[in-house]
């Protein structure tokens, strides 16, 4: 059981967010690691995965607000274009009536729900290697280029790259 700081409340292991009062219950003060690929399997996700698709680190773009960055979602089917600013982690989901856990960017209106969209279904992040995107754990899964990722491993996204979370597909602009 993990004990949240903030309001006490025991949560399943491995939950990362309080189902009582929505506080962060991981905190890491530890460098992000890579994920391990083993070279000689050759799997779907292979593409997306592999050690060249990670961008070199870019000097300038700590993760401290003004890094030069700017980020931008825009809607595949409706052209709509969500911009990213004022942080550097935005959570995509989708709300529901007394749900504790908002995420930062509301796909609700994009009907969300009917297109697979879980509450906290995505994390868009900027680091110090760049632009990452995270599953948080989604029910139907996120992919990027067509290709789906592991949940709860960091993966780089690159400008004009295609994100589907569910059926809904957003093209991200990563402009200086």
Request: charged residues 20%; glycine residues 10%.
């Amino acid at each position: 059981m993990i004990v949240c700081p903030n309001c006490k409340h025991e949560n399943m292991d491995g939950a990362l967010f309080c189902s009582e009062c929505g506080a962060q219950l991981v905190f890491s003060t530890t460098k992000e690691t890579e994920p391990l690929i083993e070279a000689s399997v050759e799997s779907k996700t292979s593409k997306v995965n592999a050690p060249e698709a990670v961008p070199p680190k870019i000097p300038g773009t700590a993760t401290k607000q003004g890094s030069g960055i700017g980020l931008s979602l825009k809607m595949v089917n409706s052209s709509q274009v969500i911009p990213l600013s004022g942080q550097n982690e935005f959570t995509l989901g989708r709300i529901t009536d007394g749900q504790p856990i908002l995420p930062d960017i509301d796909l609700s209106p994009y009907e969300g729900y009917a297109e697979g969209v879980s509450r906290l279904h995505a994390a868009i992040r900027l680091t110090e290697r760049g632009v990452m995107i995270v599953d948080l754990g989604s029910s139907n899964g996120t992919r990027i280029n067509g290709q789906k990722i592991v949940p709860n491993v960091n993966y780089p996204l690159k400008d004009g790259d295609i994100i589907a979370l569910g059926r809904i597909k957003m093209q991200i602009s990563v402009h200086r």
